[in-house]
């Protein structure tokens, strides 16, 4: 009986050995930290689609549309070089064009972060109804750019609700958006009124994160009012204005429905800020390349005033440990 066990025995060691297989066993393919990083791969996989699809795809279609002449009636394309960027030292809109886009663009950034500041550290109180006053400054902020332009088209006319309102005060307003002082200050502010509801949110979340014994320890030291916010809001909630600053920018340079609905960059080209003058070019005279070659300053721009506010981040902007 025992010699069949041992013979049994003999033959599973056997059987094991065989199936064991031949020299060093390497660790497993599928570890753990593999399986996380494919993981963390598929995760930023549609995002990363997306960017090449929409942001890096068109970008280097447009340097391959600013290197040709494209006929759009007949199809044709000829290799021009260079020849677009040369003509930009020689459009006599341009100038003004840019004048306009840094009037409309130093416009906007001014309200829009001072007024969403302001407005945010007054509403940063408990009082009754501060929830109704949040929601109607924000409120502009999800109502359609075009909906929105077109309602103060109808205000800024000529006989429309603003003069109207200035008439009941003996005031003659003037034609805002046929005169070009007038439609520039039209077009910031309907573009602050609607997109200051974000900022705010942004300052007001900032805001509510500073520390509370910070304000109780400056004033038991007699920090007036005005020391409270420059020496303690404003450093606090830097990053914060950092962040709303470059948002600003960006946004202010790509403006376009507010131009293009409200004075169609008239009257002449006060109004014709950059981003108006590429649609213009590429889709109303057909100069596609031309068209892209301004779309390409136009993204250097945002690019450095980016990385330039960004590098300043470090002269002015608090980072708590």
Do not use: C
């Not at 302001?118 to 408990?126: E, G, S, T």
């Amino acid at each position: 009986m025992s010699g069949t066990r041992a013979a049994e025995r003999a033959v599973v060691k056997s059987a094991v050995e065989t199936a064991r297989p031949s020299g060093p066993v390497g660790p497993a393919f599928w570890t753990t930290r593999r399986r996380d990083v494919l993981t963390g791969y598929l995760f930023v996989l549609p995002q990363l689609v997306g960017v090449a699809v929409f942001v890096l795809l068109p970008v280097g279609m447009a340097i391959w549309y600013s290197l040709n002449k494209r006929n759009v009636f007949t199809g044709k394309q000829t290799f021009v070089g260079g020849a677009n960027y040369a003509a930009l030292a020689h459009d006599p809109q341009l100038p003004k064009v840019l004048l306009a886009t840094v009037l409309f663009s130093v416009g906007v950034v001014i309200l829009n972060v001072t007024l969403g500041l302001l407005i945010a550290v007054l509403l940063n109180r408990k009082f009754r109804g501060v929830t109704v006053f949040r929601t109607l400054f924000f409120s502009p902020v999800v109502v359609s750019v075009v909906a929105w332009t077109l309602v103060w088209g109808f205000l800024l006319q000529d006989n429309g609700g603003i003069n109207g309102l200035l008439g009941t005060v003996g005031i003659d307003g003037p034609n805002w958006l046929q005169e070009g002082d007038t439609a520039m200050v039209s077009v910031i502010v309907s573009q602050v009124v609607r997109s200051v509801g974000v900022n705010m949110v942004l300052f007001l979340a900032a805001l509510q994160g500073v520390p509370r014994e910070l304000y109780e320890a400056a004033r038991i030291d007699g920090a007036s009012s005005r020391t409270l916010f420059t020496r303690i809001t404003l450093p606090m909630i830097s990053p914060t204005v950092l962040l709303t600053v470059i948002v600003t920018v960006a946004g202010a340079l790509q403006s376009f429905a507010q131009i293009a609905v409200l004075t169609g960059g008239g009257p002449g080209l006060s109004t014709t800020v950059l981003v108006y003058y590429v649609f213009q070019q590429a889709f109303e005279f057909n100069d596609i390349g031309y068209g892209s070659t301004l779309a390409l300053m136009l993204l250097s721009f945002v690019m450095l005033l980016t990385l330039l506010q960004w590098q300043l981040r470090r002269k002015w902007v608090f980072y708590e440990d």
